[in-house]
């Protein structure tokens, strides 16, 4: 699954761009007690916490839990595009 985030931390701030990864999702989806398939939809929540998840990653210095990360950033933004491949074949690679 890759999603293609669109992320601000402050209204007027530059819009960075920002990809999830398998790493990221299963890690949601371990700290969170969620499941992609679970059919509860993708929310603020969890726009929220692969933002976090992927700008830890990178090395940014962040609090320990992303609601922490969203209490001392309220303004920050987050918006998502799906780039999964509905219908991947074998030798397909990975579009961005």
Do not use: H
């Not at 960075?16 to 969620?34: D, H, K, P």
């Not at 992927?54 to 210095?61: A, M, N, T, V």
Request: glycine share 6%; with cysteine; hydrophobic share 40%.
């Amino acid at each position: 699954m890759r999603m293609k985030l669109f992320f601000t931390l402050t209204p007027d701030g530059p819009i960075q761009v920002l990809w999830t990864s398998l790493f990221v999702i299963a890690t949601w989806e371990q700290t969170e007690n969620r499941r992609m398939s679970d059919g509860r939809g993708i929310g603020a929540t969890e726009l929220a916490c692969w933002a976090y998840l992927i700008l830890k990653l990178r090395g940014d210095k962040m609090p320990e839990t992303f609601m922490k990360w969203l209490e001392e950033n309220p303004d920050v933004d987050v918006t998502m595009e799906d780039r999964t491949d509905v219908n991947p074949t074998d030798a397909a690679t990975v579009a961005n």
